[in-house]
C-alpha cells in the first residue's frame, strides 16, 4: 500500500561528520561567519543555500534531523523545534489569522486543546471541536472561515482513528490545510501518502525513545517550512522554539533504532490488550478486533510495524485506578508518569494529568472517564512475564 518504506528512507540518508566521523559533527555555533556583506545580505533574503545565519533561523545539526524526519514522513522538507508544542503552535499560526477558523479533533493532547481553547481566541482564531470519526459532523462544522482541519492519527488518550484519505478528501473539497499530529503511530502511518498536507511529531516520545530530550517537528512543503522560517513573517523564526544543536544530535542517533523500538512496542501493546480482553476488562487497542476502527487502521498501517504501544483499560474508578498504577510502579512493571515511547512502560489517568485541561463536563462528553489508564507499553523481553504480573496486581485489588 506504501509506496516506500520510512525506515529504509532514513537508514539510506548518509552524513559523515567534519572529520570523517559516521556521526554528522555537531555545530556548537549560535551565529555565522560570512566571507563577504553580500552573503550576509542574500542569507537574510533566504538566498544564500548552504549559508547559515543564526541558529534561530536553522543550523547544520537541525538541517541533518530535518532531512530525516522531511524522509520518513515523505515531505519535501521539515523543521524541528524545542517541543512538540513549538511544532504545533507555530504551524496553527502560520495558517490562521484574525478571523479564521479549525475544525479540530475533540480528542487530542491536552496542550493542543488548551491552545485551540484558551490561547488562539486572543488572535481573533476560532476552533470547533468535534468527533473526528463522524465525517459528516466535521464536514458540518466547516464554514467560510475556515482553514485548517486538525487531527491526530491516533488520538490522545481514547485512541480514536481518524480516516485520514477521507479527511483529505474533505480538506481538498473546501481548500483547507489538513494537518496531523502522528506522535502515536512513526513509521506504521504515513498521513501523507493518505492525502495530509502536515504532519507534526513530539520527538519528545517515540522518535526519541528515551525520555530524555524534549523536541518536535513540523513535515511539509519546502513553501511552507520556508514561510515558517521567514525573518519577517515566520511563526517559528519570530517566536523561537529553537531546538538546541546537541538535542539535534542526541536525537539523530536515536532515530535510527525508531524501527526495532516500534515492532517491539507493537508486539507487546497486542500481546497485553489481548490477554486484558480476555480476561474481561475493557480494553481499547486499535489492534483488537473489537476496537471501533480496527479494519480501517489496518488498511493505513505499515504492517511491518504493528499497531503501535498505546492501550488504555478501564477499572471503574480514579481510585481503583491510583491503586493499580502506584501498585504496578512498586512492583517494578513501570512507571507512574506522563508522556510515552520510553522503554520502560508508563502510565497515567488522563483526566486528571495529560488531559486535564479539557474540562470535566466536555471530558465526560467525549467519553474521558475516571477510571481509564492510559499505558504506553515498554520494550520488555518477556512480555508474558509482564502479563502475568500485571494480571497479579490486578487480582489483590478486586479488579479481576
Excluded at 54 to 70: F, T, W
Excluded at 107 to 132: C, E, H, M, Q, W
Excluded at 283 to 288: A, E, N
Excluded at 298 to 322: C, H, P, Q, R, W
Amino acid at each position: 500500500m506504501k509506496d516506500f518504506n520510512p525506515a529504509d528512507n532514513i537508514q539510506d540518508l548518509q552524513y559523515f561528520g567534519e572529520f570523517g566521523g559516521v556521526n554528522p559533527s555537531i555545530s556548537d555555533s549560535s551565529t555565522y561567519t560570512f566571507l563577504s556583506a553580500k552573503t550576509m545580505f542574500d542569507t537574510f533574503e533566504g538566498n544564500a543555500e548552504g549559508c547559515y545565519l543564526y541558529s534561530r533561523h536553522s543550523s547544520p545539526s537541525n538541517l541533518y534531523l530535518d532531512k530525516a524526519l522531511a524522509a520518513m514522513e515523505g515531505t519535501e522538507t521539515a523543521n524541528v523545534s524545542a517541543s512538540g508544542m513549538g511544532a504545533i503552535t507555530p504551524t496553527l499560526l502560520q495558517l490562521c489569522s484574525n478571523g479564521d477558523h479549525i475544525v479540530s479533533s475533540r480528542t487530542i493532547y491536552g496542550g493542543t486543546y488548551a491552545f485551540l481553547k484558551n490561547f488562539t481566541p486572543r488572535f481573533g482564531i476560532k476552533t470547533s471541536f468535534v468527533d473526528i470519526t463522524k465525517l459528516d459532523i466535521v464536514e458540518a462544522a466547516i464554514t467560510p472561515e475556515t482553514k485548517v482541519l486538525y487531527c491526530e492519527t491516533v488520538s490522545n488518550p481514547l485512541l480514536e482513528v481518524a480516516d485520514i484519505a477521507s479527511l483529505a478528501k474533505i480538506a481538498k473539497k473546501y481548500k483547507l490545510t489538513l494537518v496531523v499530529d502522528n506522535t502515536f503511530s512513526p513509521l506504521s502511518v504515513a498521513p501523507i501518502s493518505l492525502g495530509a498536507d502536515i504532519v507534526i511529531h513530539s520527538l519528545t516520545k517515540y522518535i526519541n525513545g528515551s525520555s530524555d530530550t524534549v523536541g518536535g517537528v513540523t513535515c511539509a512543503s519546502r513553501d511552507f517550512i520556508n514561510s515558517l522560517k521567514d525573518v519577517n513573517s515566520g511563526a517559528s523564526m519570530l517566536l523561537g522554539p529553537t531546538m538546541d544543536s546537541m538535542r539535534s544530535a542526541s536525537v539523530m542517533k536515536n532515530l535510527r533504532t525508531l524501527h526495532i523500538r516500534m515492532k517491539q512496542h507493537s508486539y507487546n501493546g497486542l500481546y497485553l490488550a489481548q490477554k486484558f480482553e480476555n480476561e474481561g476488562i475493557k480494553t481499547v487497542y486499535p489492534g483488537l478486533e473489537s476496537h471501533p476502527s480496527h479494519a480501517l487502521y489496518a488498511s493505513m498501517i505499515n504492517k511491518e510495524y504493528g499497531f503501535g504501544g498505546m492501550m488504555t483499560i478501564d477499572v471503574g474508578t480514579l481510585d481503583k485506578a491510583n491503586e493499580l498504577m502506584e501498585l504496578m510502579q512498586e512492583r517494578n512493571l513501570g512507571y507512574l508518569a506522563v508522556s510515552l515511547g520510553f522503554y520502560k512502560t508508563l502510565f497515567s489517568a488522563p483526566g486528571s494529568s495529560t488531559s486535564s485541561e479539557i474540562p470535566l463536563e466536555e471530558q465526560k462528553a467525549m467519553g474521558l472517564t475516571d477510571g481509564l489508564i492510559r499505558f504506553s507499553i515498554g520494550l520488555d523481553n518477556d512480555i508474558e512475564r509482564t502479563y502475568q504480573s500485571m494480571k497479579q496486581c490486578m487480582k489483590e485489588l478486586g479488579i479481576l
